[in-house]
Structures are given as C-alpha cells and as structure tokens.
C-alpha cells in the first residue's frame, strides 16, 4: 500500500529557504516516479518536479528551475524538495506524489497522492 507523507511546510520570508519532506511507506521511493506540486489558492495544482525513477533525471517546472532541488536520502525513503530563493508566489499547498509515469511529458499523472503542506512566503 502506498502512503506518503508530506511535511516540513510554514511561513517564511521572501529570499528564504525552506525544506519540505515526503516520507514514503509500504514502497521503495527509488522504485517509482516522484513528484512534488503545488496548489496556490484559486489556482489549479501544478506540477514542480518530477524525479524519474528509470534514470535518476529531475524534471522542474520553469519556475522553480535553479531555486528548487529534490535530494533524496534512501536510508530514510524520504525525498525533500528544497526551496531557496523563495517568492510569494511560491505560496500554496504543495503535496507529494509516487506512480509510474513519464517524467519527460507532462502534466505528469499521479495516482498516489500524500496530504499537503502549507508553504506561505510573505514580501
């Protein structure tokens, strides 16, 4: 059974940083695709990245690329997505995501979703 578990959102200030964290049970992370998105209030969800597991590849939204990374740490089974450099409209709900899928192509389909964690960057 796949179950994740996002956390590690709050509020921080413009030009900050923040790590979240996406635990992941009853499946190996590196077996499946991953992907983080995000969801700002009266926007659809949308894509951040996506980590391939076929290859290891990070795929990124336009507007993260060069700010965001997602580090992995196997002992854990745990993916992070960190953020630097953060702006307000990074704001929203973002959620963590495990399937097979194609990185390459999005919007990326997830069947297997985490709940969500506020991420609130004030200007």
């Known amino acids: 059974d796949v179950q994740l578990q996002a956390s590690g959102g709050g509020l921080v200030q413009a030009g900050g940083s923040l790590r979240l964290s996406c635990a992941a049970s009853?499946?190996?992370?590196?077996?499946?695709?991953i992907g983080w998105f995000r969801q700002a209030p009266g926007k659809e969800r949308e894509g951040v990245s996506c980590?391939?597991?076929?290859?290891?590849?990070?795929y990124y939204a336009d507007s993260v690329k060069g700010r965001f990374t997602t580090p992995t740490d196997n002992a854990k089974n745990t993916v992070y997505l960190q953020m630097n450099s953060l702006k307000p409209e990074d704001t929203g709900v973002y959620y963590c995501?495990?399937?097979?899928?194609?990185?390459?192509?999005?919007?990326?389909?997830?069947?297997?979703w985490g709940q969500g964690t506020q991420v609130t960057v004030s200007s």
């Open positions: 995501a495990a399937d097979h899928v194609v990185c390459g192509d999005y919007p990326w389909r997830f069947g297997s």
């Open positions: 009853g499946f190996t992370f590196d077996d499946y695709d």
């Open positions: 980590i391939s597991s076929s290859d290891g590849s990070t």
